[in-house]
């Protein structure tokens, strides 16, 4: 289970919420699909947003909570409710945002997932979850530059943020076909995981196959690509 930062980079502890988020995770990678190798679509993982803040109240916690357990147990509606009330009485706390915009996006209105990401990103222009999950929504409307820009503004908020590594790569593997690119985030993906993923374990093979890449040539490949 990921630990999860606030945006001035204060970790909080393991408690109902992560658990719960965890769980949501579990669900949204299983409603994705399964991934293969080669031109096999993969899955865009998305993370609730379980961090608001060291300064929050037990109530307001509480409150969040409840929104979660309904995205975790896939009652769309309840969420919506929930977390749409949530924003109403706390619109400073960014994260409600990122997981309304995914209640939005499993019930296919894509049009009001952007706008409520487009909220939080004009309160929050750096918070990585944000810019995360709209890169995935612009890759799914088929604006891969706009996405991989989206991706990038989320890595340069937070560097270790593996999602969106893991979501750049299937970007620019599959979409814009820059391979090498991909295989650096796919590996740096890989590398910040406690457990090795194993379908990205896969995917990195093929690529390294695919590019000739040897121990000795990877970085300078990469570099290659890049410039």
Same mark, same amino acid.
């Given at each position: 289970?990921?630990?999860?930062?606030?945006?001035?980079?204060?970790?909080?502890?393991?408690?109902?919420?992560?658990?719960?988020?965890?769980?949501?995770?579990?669900?949204?990678?299983?409603?994705?699909?399964?991934?293969?190798?080669?031109?096999?679509?993969?899955?865009?993982?998305?993370?609730?947003?379980?961090?608001?803040?060291?300064?929050?109240?037990?109530?307001?916690?509480?409150?969040?909570?409840? +929104? #979660? !357990?309904?995205?975790?147990? $896939?009652? *769309?509606?309840?969420?919506? %409710?929930?977390?749409?009330?949530?924003? @109403? &009485?706390?619109?400073?706390?960014?994260?409600?945002?990122?997981?309304?915009?995914?209640?939005?996006?499993?019930?296919?209105?894509?049009?009001?997932?952007?706008?409520?990401?487009?909220?939080?990103?004009?309160?929050?222009?750096?918070?990585?979850?944000?810019?995360?999950?709209?890169?995935?929504?612009?890759?799914?409307?088929?604006?891969?530059?706009?996405?991989?820009?989206?991706?990038?503004?989320?890595?340069?908020?937070?560097?270790?943020? +593996? #999602? !969106?590594?893991?979501?750049? $790569?299937? *970007?620019?593997?599959?979409? %814009?076909?820059?391979?090498?690119?991909? @295989? &650096?985030?796919?590996?740096?993906?890989?590398?910040?995981?406690?457990?090795?993923?194993?379908?990205?374990?896969?995917?990195?093979?093929?690529?390294?196959?695919?590019?000739?890449?040897?121990?000795?040539?990877?970085?300078?490949?990469?570099?290659?690509?890049?410039?």
């Amino acid at each position: 289970m990921w630990l999860r930062f606030t945006d001035r980079g204060q970790a909080l502890q393991p408690g109902s919420a992560q658990m719960i988020g965890a769980m949501l995770l579990g669900a949204l990678l299983l409603c994705h699909g399964c991934a293969g190798s080669g031109s096999a679509r993969r899955p865009s993982p998305q993370e609730p947003e379980t961090a608001l803040g060291p300064l929050v109240t037990a109530p307001v916690q509480a409150a969040y909570d409840r +929104a #979660l !357990a309904a995205m975790a147990g $896939g009652n *769309l509606v309840e969420a919506e %409710l929930a977390l749409e009330q949530f924003v @109403l &009485e706390y619109p400073h706390l960014v994260g409600a945002y990122v997981n309304l915009a995914i209640v939005y996006e499993r019930d296919n209105r894509h049009d009001e997932a952007h706008a409520v990401l487009d909220q939080a990103l004009s309160i929050n222009p750096t918070h990585a979850p944000a810019n995360n999950q709209l890169g995935i929504l612009l890759r799914k409307q088929g604006q891969f530059a706009e996405a991989e820009q989206a991706y990038r503004r989320a890595i340069d908020a937070e560097p270790e943020y +593996a #999602l !969106a590594h893991h979501n750049l $790569g299937v *970007l620019l593997d599959l979409y %814009l076909q820059r391979p090498a690119d991909a @295989l &650096e985030h796919y590996q740096r993906y890989q590398d910040s995981l406690a457990e090795p993923d194993a379908a990205v374990a896969r995917w990195i093979i093929d690529l390294r196959r695919r590019l000739g890449i040897t121990d000795d040539t990877a970085a300078r490949v990469v570099q290659e690509e890049s410039s």
